[in-house]
């Protein structure tokens, strides 16, 4: 099996979401197939199903290839662009990206049209500027939270006894979503400092919707600033077991205190 898959604990709450096809792609690699072969696999499945659905859904637009079909001195995101087919490694970092395509195609399409965009105006450097950098982030660690004003304004002060303890009863009526790869791909181990940038969703809007609404709600200017909210995402009410616990969100070296002047 591709390295680290079959550590992959399918009922942790964070991957509810992913659960359906994830757990069934893990399953094929296990049998032989590479990531890239299962990933093709569970995108012809849902296709099949997007024709079905009325209204259609949206599908991948990407197909999925192995690393080796990336030209050396290539630009990875270009190449997604130019050949509309994502370089796909065996392991758990490639996985969890793949399946973040099947699930996300439309604001993962966005995302890799800013990053093209910005490479073809500034070139491949050591410096990626503020836009490359902030889609990198969000690629990487993204988590879409849909919460009450009160929890967001308190994690915005990093208040986090109000957020996860005085208010936590509110958070039954939330919605959580990681979607970033590498956040994914860390939580396979749990640890406590694990760390996501939250990117807020609108109160109402259907978890069905979220793709097309991201999609939109991704724009150069506004990854430019880098509205994100640093998270330790085990402290979420419901997520970890630990967080029970009264003194769980006293630990400053992970529940960081705000910046004083």
Not at 12 to 21: C, G
Not at 40 to 55: E, K
Not at 113 to 125: E, K, P
């Amino acid at each position: 099996m591709a390295s680290g898959l079959s550590l992959i604990d399918w009922t942790a709450p964070w991957l509810a979401p992913w659960r359906a096809t994830g757990e069934r792609m893990a399953q094929q690699v296990a049998q032989g197939q590479s990531v890239a072969e299962a990933c093709n696999g569970a995108l012809a499945t849902l296709r099949a199903l997007a024709q079905q659905a009325s209204p259609a859904k949206a599908v991948c637009h990407v197909q999925f290839v192995s690393q080796d079909n990336l030209p050396e001195g290539m630009a990875y995101e270009q190449f997604i662009f130019e050949q509309h087919a994502v370089p796909t490694r065996e392991g758990l970092h490639d996985f969890f990206n793949a399946l973040c395509w099947l699930h996300f195609p439309l604001a993962k399409q966005q995302l890799n049209q800013l990053q093209a965009a910005a490479i073809q105006s500034q070139g491949v450097g050591a410096v990626r500027g503020p836009v490359r950098d902030a889609v990198t982030v969000f690629d990487e660690n993204a988590c879409l939270l849909q919460v009450e004003d009160v929890i967001w304004d308190a994690l915005e002060r990093r208040d986090w006894q109000a957020a996860f303890v005085t208010h936590r009863g509110l958070w039954g009526s939330a919605q959580m979503q990681i979607f970033g790869h590498a956040a994914l791909e860390k939580l396979v181990a749990p640890y406590k400092a694990i760390t996501v940038h939250m990117w807020r969703v609108p109160n109402g809007l259907a978890v069905l919707d979220w793709d097309a609404w991201l999609s939109q709600d991704l724009q150069a200017d506004k990854l430019a600033r880098k509205p994100f909210l640093p998270t330790p995402v085990l402290g979420l009410p419901g997520w970890w077991p630990e967080n029970m616990a009264p003194d769980f969100y006293q630990d400053a070296q992970v529940f960081r205190l705000p910046r004083t002047a």
